[in-house]
């Protein structure tokens, strides 16, 4: 099983006995970065955890390593080749599409956004990811985005809701959030609708306005 997880066909009798190296002397991607972390888990006798990039099989592979006795290490390999790939096509779809998009848990704590929220909100993926949405939303809109949030967590469908969140800068923009949740993840994409809101509010104090006047004439 561990030599079809590498991409290869040795037998057992094969590998044992033999050095990493004499089973695979061409590398992979990272090859220096993992020998590095390895001499140093090596070294301070502790468990770690890393990825490799295996070119011939076009895997990637997630390695535990942890001691096992004064001299001996144990391995356990995982192929998150699937993993890696749903990554990569999350990471391209966030970054050509112009709408606010994320990933978050059933929680909302930010796991994955895109570039969209740097340029309306102010923020990087950075001092996003890993964050709390309840922390950015207006005191007034809380409850319902609370209740929303929990009618996501009941697997149902999120569509036109609107509430106010803090960008950077302090102030507060309009997002009109559609919304679902899948498994453990909620994907939501959202339009600044600030402008428009403001425009309509213009336009329904101007309204109020011409109420009074026409009742006045």
């Known amino acids: 099983e561990y030599m079809k997880l590498m991409g290869d066909q040795f037998q057992e009798k094969e590998i044992k006995g033999r050095r990493f190296y004499e089973v695979f002397p061409d590398g992979w991607d990272g090859e220096e970065a993992w020998k590095g972390t390895l001499e ?4 301070a006798r502790e468990s770690t955890v890393f990825h490799i990039f295996l070119q011939n099989s076009q895997k990637w592979i997630r390695v535990v390593f942890f001691p096992l006795t004064n001299e001996t290490f144990g391995c356990i390999y995982f192929d998150v080749t699937k993993e890696f790939k749903q990554g990569e096509q999350i990471a391209a779809f966030l970054k050509i599409n112009i709408d606010i998009l994320c990933v978050a848990d059933l929680e909302w704590n930010f796991i994955r956004v895109n570039k ?6 102010g923020y990087t993926a950075q001092e ?24 996501l967590g009941r697997q149902e469908i999120i569509t036109k809701f609107v509430n106010r969140v803090k960008g950077k800068d302090i102030t507060y923009r309009y997002l009109e959030w ?10 939501a994409a959202a339009r600044d609708i600030t402008e428009t809101k403001k425009l309509h509010e213009r336009l329904y104090e101007q309204n109020i306005e011409l109420k009074k006047l026409t009742a006045e004439l």
């Open 40 to 43: 140093r888990a090596v070294l």
């Open 116 to 121: 969209a929220f740097e340029k309306v909100l």
């Open 128 to 151: 996003l990811e890993g964050k709390n949405f309840l922390g950015l939303i207006h005191e007034d809109d809380i409850q319902k985005s609370m209740e929303a949030m929990e009618r």
């Open 178 to 187: 559609h919304s679902q949740a899948y498994e453990k993840y909620i994907y």
